[in-house]
């Protein structure tokens, strides 16, 4: 198995959700991490077919300056 590239990052979740998971977590003995890391590889596919923010907008994005959104 290859090396696991762990970084840190900062996650901010609603204090409810943040319950939750941390709940689960603990009936699973599993880490906060580990519940995340699951629920995205199960959530996924599905999230993955929300369009994205330049495709609700018309699929070019926003222009940077005025000029260029006239």
């Known amino acids: ?3 696991t590239d762990k970084r840190k990052q ?3 979740f ?3 959700m943040l319950r939750e998971i ?3 977590a603990n009936r699973q003995d599993r880490s906060l991490s580990w519940i995340v ?3 995205w590889k ?3 596919s599905e999230i993955m077919r929300f369009p994205s923010v330049n495709d609700v907008i018309g699929g070019e994005g926003r222009p940077g300056t005025p000029e260029e959104r006239e």
Do not use: K
Request: net charge negative.
């Open 42 to 44: 199960i959530a996924r």
């Open 10 to 12: 900062s996650l901010y």
């Open 22 to 24: 941390q709940e689960e």
């Open 1 to 3: 198995m290859a090396g």
């Open 14 to 16: 609603p204090e409810d």
């Open 37 to 39: 890391q699951q629920a």
